[in-house]
């Protein structure tokens, strides 16, 4: 199965920027559609931005703007820039895979697994 690590949360003053990596480890697969969530106590699991093996990408409004995802296939990790951030973006952010494709065979299929998490804390 394919496991993920998270990296890169922390403390930061609002108006602050962090930058959060996820690495997939699975020797078979090379490429993924990922994705990245966040939760804070109580509250329901939110997803925040995602990108598929092309480069497409797509953003919840909440951080449209403001947050960057990007990805780099040769090191099977994918990466969240946040800019401007606020308090309401304190939580733990976690990393997921939507799907998985097979080293030189181009086959894809629906993965789903879950990094544990990294916080994310801004202070005003």
């Known amino acids: 199965s394919v496991r993920l690590k998270e990296s890169g949360g922390g403390s930061v003053q609002a108006g602050g920027s962090l930058r959060l990596s996820c690495v997939a480890s699975?020797?078979?697969?090379?490429?993924?559609?990922m994705s990245w969530y966040r939760q804070g106590p109580g509250k329901e699991r939110e997803f925040i931005s995602g990108i598929d093996r092309t480069g497409r990408t797509t953003y919840a409004d909440s951080v449209k703007g403001r947050f960057t995802i990007s990805q780099d296939n040769t090191k099977k990790s994918v990466y969240l820039q946040m800019n401007a951030l606020t308090r309401e973006d304190t939580d733990i952010y976690l990393c997921?895979?939507?799907?998985?494709?097979?080293?030189?065979?181009?086959?894809?299929?629906?993965?789903?697994?879950w990094g544990q998490g990294t916080q994310v804390t801004v202070a005003s």
């Open positions: 699975a020797s078979r697969f090379c490429r993924y559609d």
């Open positions: 997921k895979t939507d799907r998985a494709e097979v080293c030189s065979s181009g086959y894809s299929l629906p993965d789903d697994n």
